[in-house]
């Protein structure tokens, strides 16, 4: 099985030896890219920049224009195959792939890769980043454009958020029910910055973003509104059918009929809708407001 995919690699290899011995005095035009990070993907929407766009991965679904783009796998299963399949000119993503090998595996074909220096784990390293990969791409304008706006809709947010004094805990239900247990979002995680700047609090705690926890756990945790991604919501049918499920039943969102669809790429990263993402949680958790 080794041999066989050695033999596979040396074989795309050969193919591609032309492709990347052109790279060099390539024109942007004529460049391939294969982007490996949802927040990055999106960025580059906003800017205008997608136009030399062969690849994304397949966590990357903003916007809908983005899903027409051949997938490479997901950002932690790649393949070697799956990506050169593509023809990349140049791979970009956010140091969060994987498996190993394959990283490995590309490094070993010299493929350019680049992956850019802020992180966008805030609202002012998300600005950094939109105006960083504005530079890179030509986009300078529509970069200082797209950061206005965030700081206009943050603003907007930030002053709707402060009518909001009683607490409401919120629990984000990636997806369930897997052997009894719910993967979930936890206080360390993008999700708890944007639903505690919508004025509310995520009930569950974790050492990581995501992580799953028992029907027991979410009994527990009480929420007063719960949220499923899409993945989750879709999967499991109608909320009728979300409301009986155990550990949900009895919850006071339960109870209330507060158990709402959201989106999983509005909750993973901060980006230039992260403004407008929050008023929008803000009237879900706050319906019953006056």
């Known amino acids: 099985m080794k041999q066989s995919l050695l033999l596979s690699i040396l074989l795309l290899l050969l193919v591609s030896c032309d492709r990347f011995g052109k790279k060099q005095g390539a024109a942007k035009e004529e460049q391939r890219i294969v982007c490996i990070a ?3 993907n999106e960025i580059i929407w906003a800017l205008g920049a997608q136009q030399n766009m062969v690849g994304v991965d397949i966590s990357s679904t903003y916007p809908t224009a983005i899903q027409q783009v051949q ?10 195959e799956g990506i050169l399949a593509t023809r ?21 074909l010299k493929i350019p890769m680049k992956v850019f ?4 784990s805030t609202i002012d390293s998300t600005k950094m980043l939109i105006r960083e990969i504005g530079a890179y791409f030509g986009k300078e304008k529509a970069a200082d454009s797209i950061c206005r706006r965030l700081d206009q809709d943050m603003e907007l947010a930030m002053k709707t958020a402060k009518q909001y004094t009683k607490p409401v805990y919120v629990l984000v239900v990636h997806f369930g029910q897997a052997t009894n247990a719910y993967f979930v979002m936890t206080k360390n995680s993008s ?25 027991e756990l979410v009994a ?5 509104v719960i949220l499923l991604t899409d993945y989750g919501y879709d999967r499991l049918g109608n909320p009728e059918k979300i409301r009986e499920l155990p550990g949900i039943a009895g919850t006071a969102a339960a109870r209330r009929g507060k158990i709402y669809r959201v989106e999983e790429h ?16 803000q009237k879900l958790i706050h319906q019953d407001v006056k």
């Not at 509005?266 to 929008?280: A, C, F, H």
């Open 38 to 40: 949802k927040q990055y």
């Open 266 to 281: 509005d909750l993973v990263y901060l980006g230039p809708r992260t403004g407008e993402i929050i008023v929008q949680l």
């Open 88 to 108: 990349p000119t140049l791979l970009l993503h956010d140091n969060n792939i994987g498996p190993e090998h394959v990283v490995q595996q590309l490094e070993a």
């Open 117 to 120: 220096d802020n992180t966008g």
């Open 71 to 80: 997938t490479v796998g997901y950002h932690r299963a790649l393949s070697t």
């Open 220 to 224: 527990a945790s009480d929420p007063d």
């Open 191 to 215: 999700a708890a910055k944007l639903i505690q700047w919508a004025g509310g609090e995520l009930a569950v705690e974790g050492t990581r973003g995501m992580q799953p926890i028992s029907a």
